[in-house]
């Protein structure tokens, strides 16, 4: 299996921040990762497909790239109700296999 | 939009197993994957398989190979989870989820709890 790791495992910021979380595969995935975003009780939403691409609705300040083994993902003005964890996810081209990374826990400062 | 909705809570003994329904509407079931992925309590997401209905063949991540069984009946555009030889570590939310690559859509969850 693919393993994904995440950096920071957690991080505390201004409202106004830039934020940043990096995602690195164990081997070559192409583009082929998303972002999600969890808040507590709730089930996670999808807010990166692709690597790069914003899901429908989604606000812009969010975004991601990277491809290969190495992902960022950035919020360029973090909000209050940013507050949450992120996810990255692998998957395989055919809807095979998939893995997430353990997670980015973001607070306010 | 594709809805998915899910059974309910189930308690369980140790070294039984649990069956999770997830049922989809508004959208063609076959056309898309559907995939099991459980949150244990304070911890993060841990995908455990996958099936694409048109296909039938599912595929289960190492950890659960020969635990898990994912199946799907396109009559009823039912998805379903059964994890056997349940432990305490497996109490958890379990969470149906569809779309190819992405997730794009999450049923509410399950939460199975296994307790003597």
């Known amino acids: 299996d693919i393993q994904m790791t995440q950096s920071p495992s957690s991080l505390s910021a201004s409202v106004g921040d830039r934020v940043t979380i990096t995602c690195q595969a164990s081997?070559?995935?192409?583009?082929?990762l998303n972002w999600y975003q969890q808040k507590p009780g709730k089930a996670p939403k999808l807010l990166i497909y692709d690597a790069s691409n914003l899901e429908t609705g989604v606000p812009s300040r969010f975004s991601g790239s990277g491809s290969g083994t190495d992902f960022t993902f950035t919020i360029s003005s973090l909000q209050p109700e940013d507050i949450a964890t992120y996810y990255c996810q692998q998957y395989d081209n055919l809807p095979g296999f998939s893995t997430f990374g353990p997670g980015t826990k973001v607070d306010i400062k | 939009q594709v809805q998915l909705v899910q059974s309910g809570a189930e308690v369980k003994k140790p070294g039984s197993s649990v069956k999770v329904s997830c049922k989809a509407s508004g959208g063609t079931f076959s056309s898309y994957a559907i995939s099991w992925v459980r949150q244990a309590p304070g911890q993060g997401l841990e995908w455990m398989g996958g099936i694409i209905p048109i296909f039938g063949t599912a595929n289960y991540a190492q950890k659960f190979q020969g635990r898990v069984t994912i199946t799907t009946d396109e009559s009823t555009s039912t998805a379903y989870m059964e994890l056997s030889s349940l432990r305490s570590e497996d109490t958890a939310v379990y969470y149906c989820?569809?779309?190819?690559?992405?997730?794009?859509?999450w049923g509410q969850g399950t939460l199975v709890t296994v307790s003597s």
């Open positions: 989820v569809g779309g190819v690559g992405a997730f794009d859509y």
């Open positions: 081997q070559d995935i192409s583009n082929y």
